[in-house]
């Protein structure tokens, strides 16, 4: 049973940064594309980042494109996201995910991620 921790969230003004992170359990941690999303107040989860197996190929939400960076450390079980020039609208619950199969390529979708961390709150001041 695949197990994800997320942790990191927390309180920042506008322009700051935050480093999110998520230990995972329970499968070959390296077979498996990595994800995050986010839910603010009101609205949909939306997709944020995505990694795949072996961190060689990311890819992005255009909000977040050139702010954000997706990482991996498969030694430690663990994907991050750097959050830097953090705004307001940048605001929300965090979750990672773990996809359901072993794609080769990052995915974007909510119903290819099939374990979910409890997520984290980030809150960016203006």
């Known amino acids: 049973q695949v197990q994800l921790v997320d942790s990191g969230g927390g309180l920042v003004q506008a322009g700051g940064s935050l480093r999110l992170s998520c230990a995972a359990s329970?499968?070959?941690?390296?077979?498996?594309?990595m994800g995050w999303f986010r839910q603010a107040p009101g609205k949909e989860r939306e997709f944020v980042a995505a990694i795949s197996g072996e961190g060689a190929a990311t890819y992005y939400a255009d909000s977040v494109k050139g702010r954000f960076t997706i990482s991996r450390d498969n030694a430690k079980n663990t994907v991050y996201l750097q959050m830097n020039s953090l705004k307001p609208e940048d605001t929300g619950v965090y979750y990672c995910?773990?996809?359901?199969?072993?794609?080769?390529?990052?995915?974007?979708?909510?119903?290819?991620?099939?374990?979910w961390g409890q997520g984290t709150q980030v809150t960016v001041s203006s």
């Open positions: 995910a773990q996809c359901r199969r072993p794609f080769t390529t990052p995915r974007a979708q909510q119903a290819d991620f099939g374990s």
């Open positions: 329970g499968r070959t941690f390296s077979n498996y594309v």
